[in-house]
């Protein structure tokens, strides 16, 4: 990720036309990228987000997936699950240069994926563009190139092999993956920007609301809380020359309230709480419990996220610790979270009935 220059920050924002709420903060410090403008999020069109997050071009078209995938599984009995994964940014200019990133590779929730897969669930992967992905997750760190090799003996010539040992326990995997894709129990569907977020999480609690009680919500993005309205967002970039930034930004309406009121009131959700401090964590959980009312929150710390996890839920308080000998072998803590999880679920349908 790139750190923007010094003379970014001397830029300035067009403030707040409108006298509303809104948290004014200059940014000094935080997670910056550059990337290029996104042609998906066009028109502004009001679906109950209000009209302050452009929507999708393909939404509907993603939403008609979603609910064939749902009533397809369902029919058969298959529960499914929606896992959200990566970080959601925020533009600061629609036609975008500069954005607002929020901190999350995906590997909570594309790990965690396999795990639903390897328990019976058919899974929508909703995730941020290019964060990791499941099964693929795996290589990440390996060059594509260097784990191939081209034949050049006379009968083979021409011909790709690939180098096992750059690709530890490939078979296995690739096994495991194209059963699933060969099922077609994973359906990927990907966001980059905050409002695309918004909107597919929305398109895709409708779309599983058909199947009741066999919908799972498995919350893990770090979705930003802060964003710039599309009216006040500057067309272009925006001139350092212009002097030093400083960016008014709104909060963003947390999902989780018309999520498990509204769009799909008989699902089994579970959000994620993410801080840095500990000691704030889980009263910070419990009163996210207490404020949406859902099922079940996963609370963890930045630093210790991989090891150790705290799973509440009105009646029940679990802590999920990996031990030294299990981080040796490379346990991971999202099977311990997933089979708490479906556990916690297979209950929660039984009292449905
Ligand atoms: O991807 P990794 O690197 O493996 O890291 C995993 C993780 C740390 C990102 C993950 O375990 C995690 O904690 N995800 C949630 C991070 C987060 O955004 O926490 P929060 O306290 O800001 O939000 C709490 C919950 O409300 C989340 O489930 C979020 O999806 C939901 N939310 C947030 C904002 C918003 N406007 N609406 C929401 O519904």
């Known amino acids: 990720l790139a750190v923007p220059s010094p003379s970014f920050f001397r830029s300035q924002l067009p403030l707040s036309p409108r006298n509303e709420p809104q948290l004014s903060v200059f940014v000094v410090a935080s997670r910056f990228t550059m990337a290029h403008s996104d042609p998906s999020a066009s028109k502004v069109v009001d679906i109950g987000l209000s009209e302050e997050f452009a929507v999708p071009s393909h939404v ?46 995906g590997r909570r929730g594309a790990s965690s994926a396999e795990y639903f897969l390897d328990s019976g669930y058919a899974v929508i992967f909703l995730h941020r563009h290019r964060s990791l992905y499941p099964y693929t997750r795996l290589y990440t760190g390996v060059n594509l190139l260097d784990s191939l090799r081209l034949e050049t ?16 326990n490939i078979a296995n995997i690739l096994k495991r993956y194209q059963a699933v894709k060969v099922a077609g129990l994973l359906l990927p569907v990907e966001f980059n920007t905050l409002s695309e977020y918004l909107h597919l999480l929305k398109a895709a609690a409708q779309a599983l609301s058909s199947i009741g009680s066999k919908a799972m919500f498995y919350l893990a993005a770090a979705v930003s809380d802060f964003y710039i ?44 709480k993410l801080e840095t401090d500990p000691s704030i964590l889980l009263e910070r959980a419990r009163r996210a419990l207490e404020t949406y009312n859902h099922q079940a929150v996963v609370a963890n710390v930045l630093d210790t996220r991989r090891g150790y996890v705290v799973v509440v839920t009105k009646d029940t308080q679990q802590e999920l610790v990996l031990t030294d000998e299990e981080v040796q072998k490379e346990v991971e803590i999202e099977d311990r979270i997933v089979s708490n999880l479906t556990a916690a679920h297979s209950q929660f349908m039984s009292q449905q009935i």
């Not at 369902?74 to 990133?101: C, H, N, Q, Y």
């Not at 030093?244 to 930004?249: A, D, F, N």
Request: hydrophobic share 40%; glycine share 6%.
């Open 60 to 105: 509907e078209e993603v939403k008609k997936l979603m609910a064939e995938f749902a009533e397809r599984h369902g029919s058969a009995g298959r529960r499914v699950v929606l896992i959200t994964s990566g970080g959601t940014k925020v533009p600061l200019e629609s036609r975008t240069v500069r954005f607002l990133d929020n901190f999350s590779s």
């Open 153 to 168: 003996s006379k009968e083979d010539a021409g011909q790709v092999l690939v180098d096992q040992n750059a690709l530890p």
């Open 229 to 272: 309205p599309a009216y006040e967002m500057p067309e272009h970039k925006i001139q350092s020359s212009n002097g030093p930034l400083q960016i008014s930004m709104k909060m963003v309406p947390k999902m989780l309230s018309p999520l498990v009121k509204d769009w799909a009131p008989k699902a089994f959700v579970t959000s994620f």
